[in-house]
């Protein structure tokens, strides 16, 4: 990373507490190849992820429940924001239950999958 490029990994590691690989591959790739692109997909990004509307918890959870009723793995990283944010397990399954209405089985599966693996996890935060 260059002296003055902005560090967007910062703002994944406050949000979720890492970088996931799919986000460290590409945000390599686009500062290799197009740092304005990056520049412009990470501020639409930061703007749409945090509406001056709601907190922060509100949208990660907003967000785990439509990307559970794409049965989407990236799900568990706006749980795992969500519950950084303050959401309770509670909340968490709550959501599940919507997505569940509208996706069915798969979704609560991985809903279910994906909460324990977080509550399960040593440094469950």
């Given amino acids: 990373?260059?002296?003055n490029a902005p560090a967007y990994?910062?703002?994944y590691v406050d949000l979720?507490?890492?970088v996931p690989p799919r986000i460290?591959?590409?945000l390599r790739v686009e500062r290799e190849c197009d740092p304005e692109l990056l520049d412009l997909v990470?501020?639409?990004r930061t703007r749409a992820?945090?509406?001056e509307s709601m907190e922060t918890k509100v949208s990660q959870l907003i967000l785990f429940g439509i990307l559970l009723s794409h049965v989407a793995p990236a799900a568990?990283?706006?749980a795992r924001g969500a519950i950084r944010a303050g959401a309770t397990k509670r909340e968490l399954?709550?959501?599940a239950a919507l997505a569940f209405l509208f996706r069915g089985l798969p979704a609560f599966n991985l809903a279910g999958e994906l909460i324990n693996k977080i509550y399960d996890a040593p440094a469950a935060e």
């Fill in 93 to 95: 399954h709550d959501v």
């Fill in 24 to 26: 460290q591959h590409r």
């Fill in 9 to 11: 990994e910062d703002i």
């Fill in 49 to 51: 992820m945090y509406p």
């Fill in 76 to 78: 568990e990283y706006h």
């Fill in 16 to 18: 979720i507490g890492f």
């Fill in 1 to 3: 990373m260059s002296g």
């Fill in 42 to 44: 990470e501020a639409l």
